[in-house]
């Protein structure tokens, strides 16, 4: 849906990278994320969160993969440090398929299941190369501070580790992307679709 509400707003990005992870590793750093957060789950509890996650990725994985055909490019992430992940990551981006083309502002979406280190590769791939870094989870934790209406939906929605429902959502993505410093610098967006 979201992919598919992007292509419907004229937001098509120039590139998506998905990125792989090991299940075990994906897993580990979200129980790590849910721990550090206060998180009242425990125990099999924050297991099954961490595997809903993570299969609530593979399943609205392939709906993005199937609206964004060809813009995709898989990335093994598999065993490599941050480090060379950044350099991988820089070297797809600088990939041009019509040099004669008219340069605009780079847009890049980049995915993977929970716990990928995708948060970590927008912020590095955003610095060096000058792009705005959106985080749809940091547009939902600004919408709960001015909306207190919203707080609790957003607030529940995040400590249970489901997905905030799209009419929320893709209005706040929308307005954040059509802001001048996204439409000047190019953007690098993590968490949506």
Same mark, same amino acid.
Not at 99 to 123: F, H, K
């Given at each position: 849906?979201?992919?598919?509400?992007?292509?419907?707003?004229?937001?098509?990005?120039?590139?998506?990278?998905?990125?792989?992870?090991?299940?075990?590793?994906?897993?580990?750093?979200?129980?790590?994320?849910?721990?550090?957060?206060?998180?009242?789950?425990?125990?099999?509890?924050?297991?099954?969160?961490?595997?809903?996650?993570?299969?609530?990725?593979?399943?609205?994985?392939?709906?993005?993969?199937?609206?964004?055909?060809?813009?995709?490019?898989?990335?093994?992430?598999?065993?490599?440090?941050?480090?060379?992940?950044?350099?991988?990551?820089?070297?797809?981006?600088?990939?041009?398929?019509?040099?004669?083309?008219?340069?605009?502002?780079?847009?890049?979406?980049?995915?993977?299941?929970?716990?990928?280190?995708?948060?970590?590769?927008?912020?590095?791939?955003?610095?060096?190369?000058?792009?705005?870094?959106?985080?749809?989870?940091?547009?939902?934790? %600004?919408? /709960?501070?001015?909306?207190?209406?919203?707080? #609790?939906?957003? @607030?529940? $929605?995040?400590?249970? +580790?489901?997905?905030?429902?799209? %009419?929320? /959502?893709?209005?706040?993505?929308?307005?954040? #992307?059509?802001? @001048?410093? $996204?439409?000047?610098? +190019?953007?690098?967006?993590?968490?949506?679709?």
């Amino acid at each position: 849906m979201q992919a598919l509400a992007l292509q419907q707003l004229g937001i098509i990005p120039d590139k998506i990278i998905l990125m792989s992870q090991k299940h075990q590793t994906s897993s580990m750093r979200i129980k790590n994320n849910l721990l550090g957060a206060n998180s009242p789950l425990y125990g099999p509890e924050l297991d099954e969160v961490a595997e809903q996650a993570i299969e609530e990725f593979k399943l609205h994985i392939e709906g993005v993969k199937k609206a964004f055909k060809g813009f995709i490019y898989e990335y093994d992430a598999i065993d490599k440090d941050q480090n060379e992940i950044a350099n991988d990551l820089a070297r797809m981006l600088r990939i041009r398929y019509k040099n004669d083309a008219p340069r605009r502002p780079p847009r890049v979406i980049i995915a993977g299941p929970p716990g990928s280190g995708r948060a970590t590769q927008a912020n590095i791939i955003a610095k060096r190369f000058g792009l705005v870094c959106i985080k749809a989870g940091e547009i939902l934790r %600004e919408e /709960v501070k001015k909306k207190p209406g919203m707080a #609790l939906i957003i @607030s529940k $929605c995040i400590h249970e +580790g489901k997905m905030v429902p799209d %009419e929320i /959502v893709i209005p706040l993505v929308e307005a954040r #992307l059509k802001q @001048s410093d $996204c439409k000047v610098n +190019g953007w690098i967006m993590e968490g949506f679709p």
